[in-house]
């Protein structure tokens, strides 16, 4: 059965570091689009990054354009998310999804079949 589970999330401060991680099993997704999407409280999902199957091309959502930072491991059938300059307003679960077949990266949750439970960043300050 595929599965993503996330790790990596905690309380950091306004202008800190995190780095999320996203665990795939069950099947490859070497060859399709993943991503990340965040939800805080009280708001609906929204896009944070993406990155394609196949050439690795990426794409961000303008609030965190220049600060965080999506990446791919191959080997491990994993998916990164670097975040630095953390701030409040960055406070969400931060959930990571996979498409089943899809290749070309995309901010559109309907995109992506399969999805972890998500993890907890706090961003005090």
């Known amino acids: 059965q595929e599965q993503l589970v996330e790790s990596g999330g905690g309380l950091v401060q306004a202008g800190g570091s995190l780095r999320l991680s996203c665990a795939a099993s069950g099947r490859t997704f070497n060859s399709n689009r993943m991503a990340w999407f965040r939800q805080a409280p009280g708001k609906g999902r929204e896009f944070v990054a993406a990155?394609?199957?196949?050439?690795?091309?990426?794409g961000y959502a303008d609030s965190v354009k220049g600060r965080f930072t999506i990446s791919r491991d191959y080997a491990n059938n994993a998916v990164y998310l670097q975040m630095n300059s953390l701030k409040p307003e960055d406070t969400a679960v931060y959930s990571c999804?996979?498409?089943?077949?899809?290749?070309?990266?995309?901010?559109?949750?309907?995109?992506?079949?399969?999805w972890g439970q998500g993890t907890q960043v706090t961003v005090s300050s």
């Open positions: 990155v394609n199957g196949y050439d690795g091309s990426t």
């Open positions: 999804a996979a498409s089943g077949g899809g290749r070309n990266f995309s901010p559109y949750s309907w995109a992506y079949d399969y």
